[in-house]
Every structure is written in structure tokens, then in C-alpha cells.
């Protein structure tokens, strides 16, 4: 009897991966991402459904890298979105796709999938508030009189108080003549030293007697009306 073995060779495929950082709008980053590494893992399994060993890719924006010697078969790449590189005055928004389920057969020339990071650019820095004008300072008051008032203003230039003098005790001193002022002007002056002292008298102090007697038969003449009229007044 003779024995058949039949042997098998895996078949092996490779799969490419790149990583991509863009803008909202399409501006492409890889300048501003410099040397940052975006994270990648590739999981599955094989034609018999056994579990190929996981393997993880750092790459940069703008490169690609190959697995290789992949075993013909179902596979997913996902990207680690936890962890994603920051890049200087933007925001990571999103990682399109996030995962991608990839067959790796004779076909694959290699499969090539590519993960795209999104960013936000940051708005700009909001300008300082200019400050606010500082409050205009009240005017002094007026300056209230000196002893104060009922405004609630204390003076501001109070009265000076002088000590009481001092008075000699005992009598006082008697000055001779010869030091009191004006003490030789004469008390009575004669009159041809009176301005005008020889002008004549302009009033008549003899004529009195004329004008009490005027009034008195003024007084006499209205008494003598007064009582003709209250005598014809009886009579009718």
C-alpha cells in the first residue's frame, strides 16, 4: 500500500495603510504635523478562521506603511482615536474611517486603505478688552465758613484763639503833660476862631407872642362856627 501525503502552502498577501491630516475644508497638514504618529491595528483571521496575530503601525501624516506576509484572509484596520497627535492651533474633530474591513487574497496588489485625521483651526485669540475710562473725580466741595455751619463740613480754618492779656496789677501810671497827646490844644476858642462866628442870626426868637395869638383866634373863630351851626339846627 502506498501512502499519499498532500502538502499545503499558506498563501500570503500584504496590505498597505496611510495616514492622512487635513482641515475641515481640505487644507492638507502634513507640514504643521511634522513628526507626530498617528496609531493603527490590524486584526483578523485567516482562510481556515484561524486568528492572525494582531500588529500595530505608527506612521506619520503624509507616509504609508505595508504589512507584509499577511495570510489570505478577512481583516479590519482600526485607528486608535484616543490617543490622536495635537497639532499647534488646531482641534483633531474626527478620523475618517475609523475602522475598515479589508480581504487580503490573490487580488490584493497590495490593499491600500487610507485613514484621514480631520482638524478644526482654532478661532483667533480674542483681543483684550480695552479698559473702561476711569470714573471722572467729584469736584471738591466748597470751603465751608470758618466756625463751620449745619452742611457736616468742619471748618477748615479755624478762628484763632489769642490768650486774655495780660494786666498789670496796682495803679496805673500818671503821665506828665508834656506826654499826653494834643494835651496843649486849647479847650475854648475865642470867637473870631469860629468859622463864621460874626455872621448875622438868621431866626427872630421876639415874635412867639404873634404866632400864639394866631392860633388861639384860629382855635376861637372854628368855635364860634361850630356852635352857630348847632344853635340853627335847634331852632328848626
Request: glycine share 10%; net charge negative.
Amino acid at each position: 500500500t502506498a501512502a499519499i501525503t498532500n502538502t499545503y502552502t499558506i498563501l500570503n498577501g500584504a496590505l498597505t495603510i496611510g495616514e492622512m491630516a487635513m482641515t475641515t475644508d481640505g487644507i492638507n497638514l502634513t507640514t504643521q504635523a511634522g513628526e507626530n504618529l498617528y496609531h493603527v491595528t490590524v486584526t483578523g483571521t485567516d482562510l481556515g478562521g484561524n486568528v492572525v496575530p494582531e500588529q500595530t503601525l505608527d506612521i506619520k501624516s503624509g507616509e504609508t506603511a505595508t504589512v507584509e506576509n499577511l495570510p489570505y484572509g478577512s481583516y479590519t484596520v482600526t485607528a486608535n482615536v484616543k490617543d490622536v497627535a495635537a497639532i499647534t492651533g488646531y482641534t483633531w474633530t474626527e478620523t475618517t474611517p475609523a475602522t475598515t474591513a479589508v480581504e487580503v487574497n490573490a487580488t490584493t496588489v497590495p490593499e491600500l486603505v487610507t485613514v484621514t485625521n480631520i482638524y478644526t483651526k482654532d478661532a483667533p485669540p480674542t483681543p483684550p478688552t480695552p479698559p473702561i475710562d476711569p470714573p471722572t473725580p467729584p469736584i471738591d466741595p466748597p470751603t465751608p465758613p470758618i466756625g463751620g455751619g449745619d452742611d457736616g463740613y468742619e471748618p477748615q480754618n479755624p478762628p484763632v484763639i489769642l490768650p486774655p492779656a495780660e494786666v498789670p496789677q496796682g495803679e496805673l501810671p500818671t503821665l506828665p503833660e508834656t506826654e499826653v497827646p494834643l494835651a496843649e490844644l486849647p479847650t475854648e476858642l475865642p470867637d473870631e476862631a469860629v468859622p463864621m462866628g460874626d455872621a448875622p442870626s438868621t431866626g427872630d426868637e421876639n415874635r412867639t407872642g404873634l404866632w400864639l395869638g394866631l392860633a388861639l383866634t384860629s382855635v376861637l373863630g372854628m368855635a364860634g362856627l361850630l356852635f352857630g351851626k348847632r344853635k340853627k339846627e335847634e331852632n328848626q
